[in-house]
Structures are given as structure tokens and as C-alpha cells.
């Protein structure tokens, strides 16, 4: 309450009237759904405020109120405060010296790794998303809950749960979002906006991962690898691939879900998903990346191949000690 109680206090202060609310590249529902909650409720505090994310926002969540406001800033302002919200360390929002653009720095976020960069650190490990962060901080605040703010929460939460699915699902992240449909947001609408319109290159691109799955020899660990030539054929979106690595995991006795994708510049991207043992946000922060115990990844330079076979060595260090 302490920490609530500061951030309560930088936001309520006449001296502070400017405020950027960023997260992190690649964006999630979490990441857009939290920025904009929070951008929402500055503005209703009568604050000036601006919402930032350095990348392209997923079509899936472009329904969502304010999102056509979110802007990309390059540090070429200065801010009373920045706000930046799931995010573990400042290397993901994207912004040069960010630290740099504002008087105060906060950091609210809900992974692990945190690196506490903020000059004022809200990190709460043991709760389904910064959704639900924000929700009790505006709570605190007494801020009436309008349903664009309510809209922007529940996908933050109904996304990073896995539709409530994932263990990181408490009974505080049911009784939060029971608070928010009683603000008139419908359920099943929210599910197809994000879950249910899909194009068809993503079906394909569906279709080409089953077709790519592979598995160890005790069968416990399962793995996609999409190079960058496959993926340029199939013009796919970013949002396209949100979700694909849960299909390896769903596998009878995978333990650990791996989807490997290539990128330009030979950068490879890393997604690790687990189902009740391994820590794959352990994993992920030693191969220079960071996340949750159950969902995680991480970015590596190199050949597809040669970072495959990496990060499996890697995760049946764990899986056999």
C-alpha cells in the first residue's frame, strides 16, 4: 500500500500534469489494454496524457477505446512523468534513455525479472496481468470505472490468463473481472474481437506449424521453427502468431512448448510455454530474456538451427536435473 500510495500521490500532484503511459515492443492484450486504461482514467483526472508503443498494433485489438491515439515517441519530449507498464526492464519499451525524457520514472509491472528501473517500482509477481495492477490502483484512487476503461482491463486480464485458463489465474482475477462486465462490457464480443476473426493466412500459417511440429525422444518437450522465407510467402501478421506455440503444448506429456521464429537481421525470436513444472522464465532470463514461470521468451542472434539446438539443451538441463 505503501508503493500505491506513492504512485496515488506523483499522479494527484499539481506539479505533475504531463504524463506518458509506455510499454513494451511486440505488443500483448495486456501491454495495449493496460496503457490505455490507465491513459483513460489521466484524462479523466483532468491530466494531459499520451500513449506510446513502438510497434504496430495488433489488428485483434485495435477495437479497443483510445487505441487509434496510441502514438510512437522517440524521446523527443519531455514529460512530468512516464509511466511504463508491463515491462521487466527499459531494453523493451524501445526509446532511447527513456529515463532521461521525465522527472519521475514509474514502473509498474507483474513479471518476475523486474529489474526495478523506475524511481518508483510497483511490481507485484502474484497476480494474472498489470490489468489487475491497474485495476487496484484505480480502485485506490476512487476513480469511477467508465466502460472504455473497464473494455481496456478485462482484455488485459482475459489475455494474459489464456481466457482464464493459465495458473496464474487467482480468485482475485475472477472477483476483478466480475467487477468489470458489471460495467456493461459483453463477454462474448470481447472473445471474437480477439480470438475469433481470423484471416485466412493465419490459417495457414496454422497449418504449416503442425506440419513443421516436432518433439524430443521422451516426448515431453515440443517445438515450431518458421523461418523467415516460410512466413514472407504467407504474409502474415504479427497478431497472426499470438497463441500458435499453445498448439505444441497441448500435446499429452509436453511438458515445455518452444516456437522458434525467424526474424531479419538473423534475429530469432523465442517463445517458451510450460505446463506445471519447469520455471521457463528461468530459462528464458539465462538465455538473455525474461517472463513468467509458465510463459516466457527471449530474442537471439544466429542461425535457426544453431539457436534451436541451443535452447533445448538449454531446457533439458532443466527438465533431466
Known amino acids: 500500500m505503501i508503493i500505491i500510495k506513492k504512485i496515488i500521490e506523483v499522479i494527484n500532484s499539481e506539479n505533475n500534469n504531463s504524463f506518458l503511459v509506455v510499454s513494451h515492443t511486440s505488443p500483448d492484450g495486456d501491454a495495449v489494454g493496460s496503457s490505455l486504461a490507465l491513459y483513460h482514467s489521466l484524462k479523466k483526472l483532468g491530466k494531459k496524457a499520451e500513449v506510446s508503443i513502438n510497434d504496430e498494433i495488433p489488428t485483434n485489438l485495435l ?35 527513456i529515463q532521461d525524457c521525465c522527472k519521475i520514472l514509474i514502473n509498474i509491472d507483474h513479471h518476475q525479472n523486474n529489474e526495478n528501473f523506475g524511481d518508483v517500482n ?23 470505472i467508465s466502460k472504455n476503461i473497464a473494455l481496456n482491463l478485462y482484455t488485459a486480464i482475459l489475455t494474459d490468463t489464456g481466457s482464464f485458463r493459465y495458473s496464474n489465474t487467482y480468485p482475485s482475477t475472477h472477483k476483478i473481472a466480475s467487477e468489470l ?33 516436432k518433439v524430443n525422444k521422451d ?38 512448448a518452444v516456437l522458434f521464429r525467424e526474424k531479419e537481421n538473423n534475429l530469432i525470436k523465442v517463445s517458451l510455454r510450460s505446463n506445471s513444472r519447469l520455471d521457463v522464465g528461468e530459462i528464458a532470463y539465462n538465455l538473455g530474456g525474461g517472463g513468467h514461470k509458465r510463459a516466457s521468451g527471449c530474442e537471439l542472434s544466429g542461425n535457426i538451427q544453431e539457436i534451436e539446438k541451443l535452447v533445448l539443451n538449454e531446457i533439458e538441463k532443466y527438465m533431466y536435473k
Not at 508491463?86 to 534513455?97: P, Q, T
Not at 510497483?122 to 469511477?144: A, C, F, P, Q, R
Not at 490459417?203 to 511440429?213: E, I, Q, R, T
Not at 502474415?236 to 499453445?246: A, I, M, P, Q, R
Request: include cysteine; charge should be negative.
Open 63 to 97: 477495437f479497443l477505446p483510445g487505441a487509434k491515439n496510441i502514438i510512437k515517441f522517440n524521446g523527443e519530449r519531455f514529460f512530468d512523468v512516464i509511466i511504463v507498464v508491463d515491462c521487466s526492464d527499459l531494453r523493451r519499451v524501445g526509446i532511447k534513455n
Open 219 to 256: 516426448k515431453n518437450i515440443a517445438w515450431v521453427s518458421l523461418k523467415n522465407e516460410d512466413i514472407k510467402q504467407l504474409k502474415v501478421e504479427e497478431k497472426d502468431f499470438e497463441g500458435l506455440v499453445n498448439y505444441p503444448r497441448i500435446i499429452d506429456g509436453v511438458e515445455v
Open 181 to 213: 462486465l458489471d460495467r456493461g462490457i459483453n463477454p462474448d464480443e470481447v472473445y471474437r474481437e480477439i480470438y475469433e476473426k481470423k484471416s485466412l493466412e493465419s490459417l495457414k500459417l496454422l497449418s504449416l506449424a503442425l506440419k513443421l511440429l
Open 122 to 144: 510497483y511490481v507485484k509477481t502474484n497476480v494474472s496481468s498489470v490489468g489487475e495492477i491497474i485495476y487496484v490502483l484505480l480502485d485506490s484512487m476512487e476513480i469511477d
